[in-house]
C-alpha cells in the first residue's frame, strides 16, 4: 500500500475546497487502508480521490505519471463499479490543487471545473507555465 503518511492537512484542505467548488464531500469509513481519501457527487457523477503533496512545482501529466506512479497502480487495481471515477488531487509548494481523471490506460489533467473565488490556505497558482486551475485569483 501507498508509502508515508498521508497529508492530512492537504487532505482536509483538499475537503474544504470540493465543498467550495461546490462538490458534495462523502466521507467513506474503512477497517482496511483504501487507495482513496474521500469521496466527492458533482452534477451526477461520484469521484473517489486521492490526494498527494508534492515538493516542486510539477504539475504535467508526464511528471504525474512518474511522480505519483504507486498511488495511480494502486488507483488502478481497484475494482469500481461503472460509473465511479477515479481522481488524483495534486498539491504543491504554490498551494495550487491540480485535478487528474485516472483511467485504466491514461491519465488526463481536469480543467473543466472552473472555481470562483480566492483560494483556500494560500495565496499563490503555480509558476511559470505550471499554473494551478483555471478561475484562480491571483494573488494582488
Given at each position: 500500500?501507498?508509502?508515508g503518511v498521508?497529508p492530512v492537512?492537504g487532505?482536509?484542505?483538499?475537503?474544504r475546497?470540493?465543498?467550495?467548488?461546490?462538490?458534495?464531500?462523502?466521507e467513506?469509513?474503512m477497517?482496511?487502508k483504501?487507495?482513496?481519501?474521500f469521496?466527492?457527487?458533482?452534477r451526477?457523477s461520484t469521484?473517489l480521490?486521492?490526494?498527494?503533496?508534492?515538493k516542486?512545482?510539477?504539475?504535467?501529466v508526464?511528471?504525474?505519471?512518474?511522480?505519483?506512479?504507486?498511488?495511480?497502480?494502486e488507483?488502478?487495481e481497484l475494482?469500481?463499479?461503472?460509473g465511479?471515477?477515479r481522481?488524483l488531487?495534486?498539491r504543491g509548494?504554490?498551494?495550487?490543487w491540480?485535478r487528474y481523471?485516472?483511467?485504466?490506460e491514461?491519465?488526463e489533467?481536469?480543467?473543466?471545473?472552473l472555481?470562483t473565488?480566492?483560494?483556500i490556505?494560500g495565496t499563490?497558482t503555480?509558476t511559470?507555465?505550471?499554473?494551478?486551475?483555471?478561475?484562480?485569483?491571483?494573488?494582488?
Amino acid at each position: 500500500m501507498t508509502r508515508g503518511v498521508r497529508p492530512v492537512a492537504g487532505i482536509r484542505d483538499a475537503k474544504r475546497r470540493a465543498t467550495a467548488w461546490g462538490f458534495a464531500v462523502i466521507e467513506l469509513v474503512m477497517e482496511a487502508k483504501a487507495p482513496f481519501d474521500f469521496a466527492v457527487h458533482y452534477r451526477g457523477s461520484t469521484s473517489l480521490v486521492r490526494v498527494r503533496r508534492l515538493k516542486l512545482n510539477a504539475y504535467r501529466v508526464e511528471t504525474i505519471r512518474i511522480s505519483c506512479a504507486q498511488e495511480i497502480r494502486e488507483f488502478r487495481e481497484l475494482a469500481l463499479p461503472e460509473g465511479i471515477a477515479r481522481e488524483l488531487w495534486v498539491r504543491g509548494p504554490q498551494r495550487a490543487w491540480h485535478r487528474y481523471r485516472i483511467e485504466r490506460e491514461t491519465i488526463e489533467e481536469i480543467t473543466d471545473l472552473l472555481p470562483t473565488g480566492p483560494p483556500i490556505g494560500g495565496t499563490g497558482t503555480g509558476t511559470g507555465e505550471e499554473k494551478g486551475l483555471p478561475g484562480q485569483m491571483q494573488p494582488g
